[in-house]
């Protein structure tokens, strides 16, 4: 084992929580928030976040996220997180995500989009969804 390896413990909640506080500033978006974090060695939103501001959001967030079934949360760093996410032009440090974390392992598609999506928006999702399914190999 490499002795100056550093290994540090990663509360994926606490991750999540400061993530939420992030986001919820004006104009985040995933490149300001991936440019910001690659400036800390640690890249993790708690580096970024006042510990009162992260109690604040789970004191909010908590409740929701305990009557979501099969709620999950990957780290950047915590071994489970996908690489291909952080090979990206502006790499996420966090996934979140709901269901059965197994199904990531096979082929797939994602579709991302806003929290505040408009009735278009949703009735155009809905309609490249069912392409997609349809047209799976």
Not at 64 to 87: M, N, S
Request: charge should be positive.
């Amino acid at each position: 084992m490499n002795t100056t390896t550093k290994y540090r413990a990663i509360s994926p909640l606490q991750e999540f929580l400061a993530y939420e506080a992030l986001w919820d500033r004006p104009n985040s978006s995933f490149r300001s928030l991936a440019k910001e974090l690659q400036d800390y060695p640690a890249q993790l939103a708690s580096t970024l976040i006042d510990q009162t501001m992260i109690d604040k959001y789970k004191k909010e967030l908590l409740p929701v996220i305990k009557e979501l079934p099969q709620f999950g949360i990957r780290v950047y760093g915590d071994g489970e997180f996908p690489q291909r996410l952080k090979d990206a032009r502006y790499p996420i440090n966090i996934l979140y995500y709901q269901g059965d974390w197994n199904l990531t392992y096979l082929p797939s598609v994602a579709v991302v989009g806003t929290r505040n999506p408009t009735q278009e928006g949703i009735r155009r999702t809905e309609y490249l969804v069912r392409r997609l399914v349809h047209h799976r190999t």
